[in-house]
């Protein structure tokens, strides 16, 4: 744990009300959260922080917003800028937080916007639409590019395509922003990848199938050729044998110290943890448990490892929990808090 204490936002929908990201104070004794205070934004699907942690900036309706992180964790809003297009569901930075990345599921957009060193999101560098046709007709066939997640090397961006089952790959261009495709990672068919994460040491790549209820695990080499290398090294279950029907993967999160991974089921309200090798990339599921609400559409462990907290968004809850990562237990440990149509969490440490 790096910090003593944490803040925590929490996006989400603004069906009922204004306030689309919730600021807590996170009581790591506890496990819990504390209000602190409420901001102002429509329909923030998704949240993401600058690599230097001073910026916050959220998705919103036809747009992002970006807020300066005071000491603090206030937010102070900078400014917002359209994407051009239909709200997007997910965003990121690359690691010098010079472009902003926004993912389009809506209308199969990607979408780069150049980021100030004062973190205001400038003009737009560079907008692709995915062209395709996918497998399964009953589901959705047509691109929904639901992440875009950048290489740690800042070589390449992953955009992972539900509806297309693959995840597209891109060198970016960083003095024009533009976006060139050099590869595609084929996912199983009808798997649906939905989110990415990179390890620390950028050697593995780890994808997250919404309708697969899998991880699949990649090895990742920048090649001399300036080209990308991916080699599938295993697929590993999220729900087990007798999941509920219908059960689809929504959240993929590391731990704070990068060696666990936390992954939620909706359909199957479970949440599951699993173990990384640091030497193999490879995963070992430890715990897959309920979390107590409906559509856990993001989880994740407390900075401590001790607790986690789940996010259901048609029960508008977040459900806390006690966690012992050893004997692969999780119990309930405080209180639900009510909120509406939760989407996202993240912690921020408070120097």
Excluded at 217 to 241: H, M, R, W
Aim: charged share 25%; proline share 2%; net charge negative.
């Amino acid at each position: 744990m790096r910090f003593e204490k944490y803040v925590a936002y929490v996006s989400s929908y603004t069906k009922r009300n204004k306030m689309g990201i919730t600021i807590f104070d996170v009581d790591i004794e506890k496990g819990t959260f504390i209000y602190r205070n409420s901001i102002e934004i429509s329909n923030s699907s998704y949240l993401t922080s600058s690599h230097n942690d001073q910026f916050l900036y959220s998705i919103t309706d036809m747009g992002v917003k970006s807020y300066e992180i005071g000491a603090n964790g206030d937010l102070d809003e900078i400014n917002f800028t359209s994407v051009n297009g239909m709200r997007g569901c997910y965003l990121s930075t690359d690691y010098t937080d010079r472009y902003l990345f926004v993912a389009g599921y809506h209308d199969g957009k990607i979408t780069v916007l150049r980021v100030g060193e004062d973190g205001a999101v400038g003009e737009i560098t560079d907008e692709i639409y995915v062209q395709g046709m996918g497998e399964v007709s009953d589901r959705s066939y047509v691109p929904h590019v639901s992440c875009v997640k950048m290489s740690r090397d800042n070589k390449f961006l992953l955009a992972s395509d539900t509806g297309m089952d693959h995840v597209n790959v891109y060198a970016l261009n960083y003095e024009t922003g533009k976006l060139k495709p050099v590869d595609i990672i084929r996912s199983d068919q009808n798997s649906g990848p939905r989110h990415m994460i990179f390890s620390v040491d950028n050697k593995y790549v780890y994808v997250l199938n919404e309708m697969q209820n899998s991880v699949d695990v990649f090895t990742y080499t920048a090649l001399d050729s300036g080209y990308p290398e991916f080699e599938k090294i295993q697929t590993i279950q999220t729900v087990d044998n007798y999941h509920a029907s219908m059960s689809v993967s929504r959240a993929l999160k590391f731990s704070e110290d990068r060696n666990y991974i936390v992954t939620s089921s909706a359909g199957d309200n479970s949440v599951e943890i699993f173990k990384r090798d640091e030497e193999t990339g490879l995963l070992t599921k430890i715990l897959w448990l309920p979390i107590s609400g409906s559509y856990p559409k993001d989880a994740a462990l407390f900075p401590d490892k001790k607790h986690l907290v789940s996010l259901n968004h048609e029960s508008s809850t977040l459900t806390f929990f006690n966690v012992d990562l050893e004997k692969g237990l999780l119990s309930m440990c405080a209180k639900e808090v009510k909120i509406d149509y939760p989407n996202c969490v993240i912690f921020h440490g408070i120097k």
